[in-house]
């Protein structure tokens, strides 16, 4: 069984690191509630994208004066070779222009509107106050020095894009506070290259670990020590049993961090986990009595309300994250 919610001392300061100080150990006793002294860190998913459009400078801005504790970027590379931020393949989906971002310069994406499609109620506010796409130099440069950024590789291949964002990182001296995360792990292969790149580990081994966990496999594989962790809180999934003559496929909403999942990511020391689309109270409080270093936010603006509105210490139910009543 877990121990009790207590904030332990780390040596280490400096990877996701400056994302919490210390890692939390996970929650919960078997006569009582356990007590949490210390609340998840905030990270702004794509700068914001409940705040403003979505990896924009004004998106960066408003989550800083917000309060958030860190910034999650996502990063693909111009036709001209400049790292950039933009997330889907296709210019169409947010801004008023087609076609991929490596179509396109990054002067021109400078010039496209990346806040078209974002709507505050029943309007288009950025519409008539365009906000263009921002190369990955001048977030960085418009991020406090002392906010750990969280780089997000979108688009292949892989090793030009991790080239030129390691020398944007090498010019600017960003090394010390960003973290690199992908989805793809051609990405991992490519900036293994760089002895002082900090990667989470790949999706892949996060999301086998959870489920074996999850599926009383017993945790045959904790994380290495120092290890960065990143995956949902809750997410959509589809479990596939393969028969003789066919397949079974259910659909399930799969509630991936538990007492148990988070006691076998911390078997080794200093370990971080961050709960990917945490949006909600409850889903904040939970993460908190799990233990959980920081959350990827949409909306830093409500999550810190969420956060400054929690009274401390937090009590939490013995055994399965959730805030006593």
Known sequence: ???????????????????????????????????????????????????????????????????????????????????????????????????????????????????????????????????????????????????????????????????????????????????IYSTEADYQQSFAGYPQAKLFESRDATRGRLVRVLLNQGCVDAPAEHAMTAFELHRAMTVSEKFTLGEGRSDVKATLWTPSTVACFRQKPDVRIVAIAVNDAADYRTAACLGIDAVLADSPSHMAAVRDGIPMPLKCVAGNGAVAQ
Not at 77 to 90: E, N, T
Not at 112 to 121: H, I, K, P, Q, T
Request: hydrophobic share 45%; with cysteine.
């Open 1 to 179: 069984m877990l121990s009790s919610v207590r904030l332990t001392v780390c040596g280490s300061i400096a990877s996701l690191i400056m994302l919490a100080g210390c890692a939390l150990t996970p929650t919960a006793t078997n006569n009582g509630p356990a007590t949490v002294t210390s609340l998840p860190k905030i990270i702004a998913h794509r700068g914001g994208t409940g705040d403003a459009p979505e990896n924009t400078l004004e998106a960066i801005r408003l989550s800083i004066a917000h309060h958030a504790d860190a910034m999650w970027l996502t990063v693909q590379l111009s036709k001209d070779g400049v790292p950039v931020l933009y997330r889907p393949a296709d210019l169409s989906a947010l801004t008023d222009a087609k076609g991929s971002v490596s179509a396109f310069t990054a002067a021109e994406l400078a010039r496209v509107n990346a806040g078209w499609s974002f709507r505050r109620g029943d309007t288009y506010p950025y519409r008539d106050h365009p906000a263009g796409i921002p190369t990955l130099r001048e977030a960085l440069r418009t991020i406090p020095p002392a906010m750990p950024v969280i780089l997000d590789m979108k688009a292949l291949p892989a090793a030009p894009q991790a080239q030129a964002v390691a020398r944007i990182l090498d010019e600017e001296s960003a090394w010390p506070r960003v973290s």
